[in-house]
């Protein structure tokens, strides 16, 4: 929680670092950008995920040794970040080639994703990476087991390959799959669809990019094995896996196809986590799905499966 204790915490938790524009938690570490562009992480290093040149664990950030930072995403053991130059350096570990170089067991100091200059934003799931780039084209690397680089293939690749999409806004990265919002407003997943979280009505895996069916999408956000969008009119819709009610439509069953998110309007912003999601509405935070760790926030542990109100903001 980077707040100087190793404690699970129901209710939110004060980290010091003032003038936060960008914050990101993957599996065991979290990352933020200040408005100054400097980047602090903290939590599990055991694979060098901070960027400290060292495996020692953290409970309260520590800066990386980074120039002016965009845009950070954390993986499930690896953190990428854009450069305002354009660039990408990633860190962390890098067994499926997924900080973008040769494989190896690990780099604990950032290192330079070869062959992309003009990248806008990047997005890291569990060992694969993908990035935006200035002409609105995507490129993935690392792990593609379940097809999750989009390029046709399950072989790994440490070099950045191509999917096959449209001008897209924004992609994220979910443990095995991967979505992107393209220009249209329309939403296109690949990967792992065990649990239908590709969204396309079924259960195979996608090697290339899939239609699912949504238009008006304004946000895009994949949890570990699970999607959400939020809609321009404000509501929401997510597919795949249900335990714990992380789809927040009052059930525990998995959907394969988008599926409303209840008691949920004026929504602007969603975000999905391995077992529980959250979305900004105005002025208040509404999380559901699992909470044994305390982490919907709502000042005890139990499972929601409808959005509940987040304490604190």
Known sequence: LGNGTNTDGDVPALVDLDDVVQVEAGGDHTCAIQADADLWCWGRNDFGQLGQGDRQDTNVPVPVDLPAVADVSVGGEHTCAVLIAGSIRCFGRNDHGQLGITRSAFEDRPVTVSNLTTTTSVTAGYAHTCAVLDNMSVRCWGRNDSGQLGNNSRSDSSTPVRPSLPP??????????????????????????????????????????????????????????????????????????????????????????????????????????????????????????????????????????????????
């Open 168 to 313: 897209t806004s924004a992609v994220d990265a979910g443990v095995f799959h991967t979505c992107a919002a393209l220009a249209d407003t329309s939403v296109s997943c690949w990967g792992s669809n065990a649990y239908g979280q590709v969204g396309d009505g079924g259960s195979q895996d996608r090697l290339v990019p899939t239609a699912v069916g949504l238009s008006s999408v304004a946000q895009l956000d994949t949890g570990a094995y699970h999607s959400c969008a939020v809609l321009t009119a404000g509501t929401a819709r997510c597919w795949g896996r249900n335990t714990g009610g992380r789809l927040g439509d009052g059930t525990i069953v998995d959907r394969d196809t988008p599926t409303k998110v209840a008691d949920l309007s004026a929504a602007t912003a969603i975000a999905g986590g391995a077992h529980h999601t959250c979305a900004v509405t105005g002025a208040k935070v509404m999380c559901w799905g699992t909470g044994g760790s305390g982490q919907l926030g709502t000042g005890n542990r139990q499972d929601s499966l409808r959005p509940a109100l987040a304490l604190g903001f």
